[in-house]
């Protein structure tokens, strides 16, 4: 039998915080800890199955022998079992075997809190405790100027399994990545990572969005150590971490979450509610107040044990509805008759005011297609209380554009001068992600018309024209040298592209972008509100031209940006100009070092006193094919 503690390791304050689902540190008390009971060194473990009859550990250490090592339930109708077994290490495998009151159900089950698990296949925890001397307090000291909604936030998306394999098509482990990767990213002026999710997954073709386990970081690259010397070198580089979080739902496998004590503990149990038509997976009981908890302690954990720098929630749409991905008679109304998971948007209130609270110089980040309000306005003010939300509606009219052949962009330019009617309405983030170059959607390149010049040259374009769109960055891995085929997890990227031109200028040009998005002040300082943007002109249709301003908190830091979204260069282009003197250019997407043409090269602007687009002052400028270029006052 499991030892009874003298002194368990929930108080009742715990216990009532938990009941409460306000408990927000759950990891501490829940799971498998190593410590030491009057002498003697072993294991404590914890686990939540209210309708169980029985719980053992089963393990490695009792060669998987039920009752060997019962836990006790508490006497506080808390519905926690715990117990002590000595002199079983680091290094353990385990699982609960739980017996439910139910029909005499029997599941055998790994730990929801398990800080390791074992290699996919396989399925156990593993008892663990991931020491690690951190070397990054400068970087926390600072973070808060990095994460600032004023700061550039320019972001690589990366699958930890594909961007780069070894010879044999093996991983690259954390440790490896902590070189190639950090050097590469650091190399390429990205402030911040983001990686699709690094919680343990049993399903390689999931990417990681059907989670198993909840704190443990994937054994596929290393143990826990690892990870968090990836992320401590990151930071040791000034490169932020934003990590792929999945509240939304969950997978059916037997050794899950669901039906995890013989009942619908953690999934809510109408399946209307509770099971999602598209992912075939369950979905959390939102309004369950320990499952709330959890998952909050899910959120604070990655953010205090691995200094995460944010958290982008995957789904967000999913949970925000009820009727989402469902028929009519699929769903039922809330309390007030609407489609609204009232449930749902009070546990990501409260999610995001927790986090906020115990890390305000840290992001949380929306994925969230819809037009639901205020999804990055603060919580107080009845939003949502992220600190940013992907711009889903920009990247389909951007792309949708980019796609038509030049010829037809003069029908189609509200495809992108729309999105600056809402572009203040959130804290939005343009993201070209890994979802826009899979099922056949082409990889971005592949998107772009026209002959190989022309591809290239959109693509430069559609670059330039994202980082200079106001609003934080997000390019997902190989978009940044121009992947020519769809994204495959199962091998690498194609690197070996580089050896082109074409290729490598691109990568050129992305570069320079991210050192241009974080030296120009104009182009992050209000990067959220309307006063940091103005149009000079977006009436040009017939030549598909668009000029605007971005400014900064000082007005000698604005910059006039003009796009020819044509192959036919503009020489000689009269523009407004907000101002008289002298611009000089700063950046042109057709450059040689881009494998551009070179021959549009604006050396000197002097500003004439003649009204053009209602402004007294105007000068001619030259606009590459298919190119954009920034102008700066040279004062």
């Given at each position: ?25 759950l ?11 009057d ?78 698990c ?33 700061a ?129 997976s ?33 789904a ?133 018309p ?26 997902f ?9 769809e ?52 009436n ?12 900064g ?25 907000p ?39 105007s ?17």
């Amino acid at each position: 039998m499991a030892k009874v503690l003298p002194h368990s390791l929930f108080s009742e304050f715990d216990i009532n915080l938990f009941k409460a689902g306000q408990h927000y540190k759950l990891y501490e008390k829940f799971g498998s800890h190593l410590i030491t009971v009057d002498g003697v060194e072993g294991t404590y473990f914890a686990v939540w199955a209210p309708s169980a009859k029985t719980v053992s550990v089963i393990g490695d250490f009792n060669y998987w022998i039920e009752g060997e090592h019962q836990l006790n339930v508490r006497w506080d109708s808390s519905g926690i079992w715990e117990g002590f077994i000595p002199n079983v290490q680091k290094g353990a495998i385990y699982k609960y075997k739980i017996q439910s009151h139910h029909g005499d159900i029997k599941t055998e089950k790994a730990d929801p809190y398990a800080r390791r698990c074992e290699h996919p296949p396989k399925t156990a925890s593993i008892v663990w405790d991931a020491a690690h001397d951190w070397n990054d307090g400068d970087w926390m000291s600072k973070r808060k100027k990095h994460n600032a909604l004023d700061a550039p936030f320019s972001v690589y998306e990366v699958h930890l399994g594909s961007w780069k394999r070894k010879a044999d098509n093996e991983f690259l482990s954390y440790q490896e990545l902590a070189d190639d990767l950090v050097n590469y990213v650091k190399e390429m002026n990205f402030t911040h990572v983001e990686l699709m999710p690094v919680m343990e997954y049993p399903y390689d073709p999931s990417w990681g969005y059907q989670l198993t386990g909840y704190f443990a970081p994937t054994s596929r690259f290393g143990n826990p150590e690892d990870f968090k010397l990836l992320v401590d070198t990151l930071h040791q580089n000034d490169i932020g971490i934003i990590l792929d979080w999945v509240p939304s739902h969950f997978p059916e496998d037997a050794h899950g979450l669901g039906f995890f004590d013989g009942t619908h503990l953690y999934e809510h149990p109408d399946k209307r509610k509770g099971y999602h038509p598209d992912w075939k997976s369950l979905i959390f009981n939102y309004g369950r107040n320990e499952v709330k908890s959890f998952l909050i302690s899910n959120a604070i954990f990655w953010l205090e044990h691995y200094h995460a720098d944010g958290l982008r929630v995957d789904a967000v749409a999913s949970m925000l509805f009820l009727d989402y991905s469902r028929k009519e008679g699929e769903w039922e109304p809330n309390q007030f008759g609407g489609r609204e998971n009232l449930e749902a948007i009070a546990f990501m209130r409260e999610m995001n005011e927790a986090v906020y609270a115990m890390f305000p110089d840290v992001q949380t980040i929306a994925e969230e297609s819809t037009s639901f309000p205020m999804v990055s306005r603060p919580a107080s003010i009845g939003g949502l209380g992220f600190g940013m939300k992907w711009m889903m509606g920009w990247m389909h009219d951007t792309l949708q554009y980019f796609a038509k052949e030049p010829i037809y962009r003069k029908h189609h330019q509200n495809d992108l001068t729309f999105s600056m009617t809402y572009a203040f309405t959130e804290n939005f983030m343009l993201p070209l992600s890994h979802d826009e170059v899979v099922y056949g959607k082409h990889s971005i390149l592949g998107r772009m018309p026209g002959d190989e010049w022309q591809r290239f040259a959109n693509i430069r374009l559609l670059y330039s024209y994202m980082f200079t769109h106001p609003g934080t960055n997000l390019l997902f891995q190989g978009a940044e040298f121009g992947q020519s085929e769809e994204w495959n997890f199962q091998q690498s990227l194609d690197w070996h592209l580089l050896q082109y031109d074409v290729h490598k200028g691109v990568q050129t040009l992305i570069k320079d972008l991210n050192a241009l998005y974080k030296a120009e002040p104009a182009l992050h300082e209000k990067q959220f509100t309307a006063d940091g943007f103005e149009w000079i002109d977006y009436n040009d249709a017939e030549n598909s031209v668009l000029v605007y301003i971005r400014k900064g908190k000082k007005p000698e830091d604005d910059l006039i940006i003009a796009c020819n979204m044509t192959p036919i260069p503009r020489e000689n282009y009269r523009i407004g100009l907000p101002q008289k003197g002298i611009l000089k250019e700063i950046f042109n997407s057709d450059l040689t070092k881009y494998a551009g043409t070179n021959d549009f090269i604006n050396k000197k602007i002097t500003s004439e006193p003649q009204e053009w687009q209602f402004r007294n002052h105007s000068g001619t400028i030259s606009i590459p094919p298919l190119g954009m270029v920034v102008l700066k006052y040279d004062f």
